[in-house]
């Protein structure tokens, strides 16, 4: 999506990919400094799309959005 605001994310800045709202960088800052790895990942997803609380969001999340919002955390 060229010019989008997805795009346009600067290194070490996670973005919300639902709303494409800049969470600056401070989460990928925290997770890198905590030593957080991406092999609980699959467990998370998994989880998540079996969560009552999944069913009853106004945005449907697929196992794909999911990792997206991992990975911004990174």
Known sequence: ???SRRNSMR???ARHPASGD???PSIAKRTAKAS???EPF???IEGALKDHS???HPRDAS???H???LEASM
Do not use: L
């Open 1 to 3: 999506m060229p010019g």
């Open 11 to 13: 290194p070490g800045h």
């Open 22 to 24: 800049d969470a600056g």
């Open 36 to 38: 957080v790895t991406r």
């Open 42 to 44: 699959p467990r998370i």
């Open 54 to 56: 999944h069913r009853t």
């Open 63 to 65: 196992a794909e959005d």
């Open 67 to 69: 990792r997206e919002m």
